[in-house]
């Protein structure tokens, strides 16, 4: 596609449930970033692949969290047993380059609500 | 650490108006700069970046300057629109020697335009 597509654009769970969102990168693209970005907040870093490699997961704020990108394209952040503080938008973002410069485009993003 | 501050919103300005959005930045190493813009129901977009000290970056009429010395970044537009209306955000990325640059953002000021 045009741009980077995520889905779902909104989801809403129920504490402990387990969620899945899903990030299409701009075709040929080789980095690929997750963002979180709370309410009234700067999107904040949780990690990055390189291709099919995940090579900075600084970022997860724990184990419940967790991302793969199996064949370079697509990826899937999940977490578990989801939390209230888990609610937020969930930004990913993909770069031609492996070595972006900050030059990054960004989804529109998949909203999570944890009840 | 690594981090930026930029001035609360929401900035209300009449169209035609002179805008400046306030950034600081805190950084080891020698970062780059940016401000991505968030229109309403679009994912964040770059506006204009800078690379290195006294660099300008400029893009539809905005303009930040790279000032090593007051470590700022400080976006302006002489005249604004009622398009320009939008979320804004300040960040930077710190080169450590070939790995890739996550960006840190600052936490978004809101700028409303009223005709």
């Known amino acids: 596609g045009a741009g980077v597509s995520q889905s779902p654009r909104y989801k809403v769970a129920k504490r402990g449930q387990d969620v899945a969102l899903r990030c299409d990168p701009i075709?040929?693209?080789?980095?690929l970033f997750w963002y979180q970005q709370a309410l009234g907040q700067g999107p904040e870093f949780l990690t990055y692949f390189q291709n099919e490699a995940q090579l900075d997961k600084s970022g997860l704020p724990s184990d419940r969290f967790f991302a793969e990108r199996p064949e370079g394209s697509v990826s899937t952040l999940k977490i578990q047993r989801t939390q209230q503080e888990d609610s937020a938008v969930y930004l990913c973002?993909?770069?031609?380059?492996?070595?972006?410069?900050?030059?990054?485009?960004f989804g529109e993003g998949s909203r999570l609500t944890v009840l | 650490g690594n981090s930026v501050t930029q001035m609360e919103g929401p900035v209300t300005l009449s169209e035609e108006a002179f805008l400046t959005i306030n950034c600081t930045y805190t950084a080891t190493g020698y970062p780059s700069l940016f401000w991505y813009v968030q229109y309403p129901g679009e994912g964040l977009q770059l506006l204009l970046k800078?690379?290195?000290?006294?660099d300008k970056g400029s893009n539809k009429g905005f303009e930040a300057t790279y000032r090593k010395e007051t470590t700022s970044f400080h976006l302006e537009k002489g005249s604004v629109q009622v398009s320009d209306s939008a979320v804004y955000f300040c960040a930077l990325s710190v080169d450590y020697g070939g790995a890739t640059n996550k960006l840190i953002f600052g936490t978004g000021t809101l700028l409303a335009v009223q005709p």
């Open positions: 800078a690379t290195k000290a006294d």
């Open positions: 973002a993909s770069s031609l380059v492996a070595v972006t410069q900050g030059e990054l485009f």
């Open positions: 075709s040929g693209h080789v980095s």
